[in-house]
């Protein structure tokens, strides 16, 4: 009997010990909301935010109840003031955050760079970039105090090449690359991990955002092929996010099988 309340005592310290706090950006939708779900699965405790308050809600309750411990944070990422409001002001027990994942993002237009909307540009660049940066700066310093994290970055196939009209989302893309590359350097000699997943494509709401609600035109970005899903992204964070301390998955390309490059792509 003793022996096996030993075991027990032994397996909760275990359990405790591997229950994260994870921080998602952009978790009311696709690849955030994947996220959502399969840290929760993992037995992880969560941070979620976005914009939609409501959406923040139905998936703290869908979450919450399967056992998951869920507080939400309603807050645009280009709001440098409230993201730094928010973050400041979190409830003791959920300060310590050991995996952040800036995935709060979007692409806005289709067109050649010469006829771009500046409008676009600046929401793009806000985001991916500006917003990311202000995550990673906000959340990092307390990493680096206990040295202790792991900051997974959303980018994209998108940053590894430029595409036909792609141009500017492409380029906040490679600026994640380019990012990521810089904090893992920069933390380099901390046992802070640096990760930059770069999906192909995937079906979410990113067309129909991207498309400005055209949904017609958004469903012919998957026709012909079997795209990739928010869950699949999630598995493969999920993954780096539990890989043992002294490994560090620095980048991982996930393309949808039909698909040769961020350009190419054969449908049937
Ligand atoms: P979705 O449109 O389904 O989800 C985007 C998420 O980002 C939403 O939860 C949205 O939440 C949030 N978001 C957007 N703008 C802001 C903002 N200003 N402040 C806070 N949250 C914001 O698209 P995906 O899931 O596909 O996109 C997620 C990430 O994945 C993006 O960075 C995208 O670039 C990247 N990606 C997507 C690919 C794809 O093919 N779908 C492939 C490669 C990368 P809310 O509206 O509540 O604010
Ligand atoms: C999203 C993937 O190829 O549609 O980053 O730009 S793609």
């Known amino acids: 009997m003793q022996q096996f309340l030993y075991f027990c005592k032994q397996n909760i310290e275990l359990f405790i010990c591997m229950n994260k706090t994870v921080l998602i950006t952009g978790a009311t939708s696709g690849i955030g909301l994947g996220c959502a779900r399969k840290f929760a699965a993992n037995g992880d405790r969560l941070i979620l935010t976005g914009r939609n308050e409501q959406r923040l809600e139905e998936i703290r309750k869908e979450l919450e109840a399967k056992g998951t411990k869920v507080l939400t944070l309603a807050f645009d990422v280009r709001d440098r003031a409230k993201a730094t409001e928010c973050i400041e002001n979190l409830p003791k027990e959920w300060k310590d955050i050991d995996v952040l994942v800036n995935n709060a993002g979007l692409a806005l237009g289709l067109e050649p760079e010469?006829?771009?909307?500046?409008?676009?540009?600046?929401?793009?660049?806000?985001t991916n970039i500006k917003g990311l940066l202000t995550m990673t700066r906000l959340i990092v310093p307390g990493m680096m105090e206990r040295n202790r994290g792991h900051i997974i970055n959303v980018g994209s196939v998108a940053g590894d090449a430029a595409y036909a009209n792609g141009n500017v989302y492409c380029a906040t893309k490679s600026a994640v690359k380019t990012l990521s590359d810089g904090l893992r350097l920069d933390?380099?000699?901390?046992?802070?991990?640096?990760?930059?997943?770069?999906?192909?494509?995937?079906?979410?709401?990113?067309?129909?955002?991207?498309?400005?609600?055209?949904?017609?035109?958004?469903?012919?970005?998957?026709?012909?092929?079997?795209?990739?899903?928010?869950?699949?992204?999630?598995?493969?964070?999920?993954?780096?996010?539990?890989a043992p301390e002294h490994v560090q998955i620095a980048e991982v390309l996930i393309l949808a099988t039909y698909q040769g490059s961020g350009s190419v792509i054969v449908r049937k």
């Open 114 to 126: 010469y006829q771009g909307d500046f409008e676009d540009w600046e929401t793009m660049i806000d």
């Open 187 to 242: 933390v380099a000699d901390s046992n802070i991990r640096v990760t930059n997943l770069k999906p192909g494509l995937v079906e979410t709401n990113f067309s129909n955002v991207r498309f400005h609600g055209d949904t017609e035109r958004a469903a012919k970005v998957y026709k012909g092929i079997d795209p990739l899903t928010g869950d699949d992204i999630a598995d493969v964070a999920v993954y780096a996010a539990n």
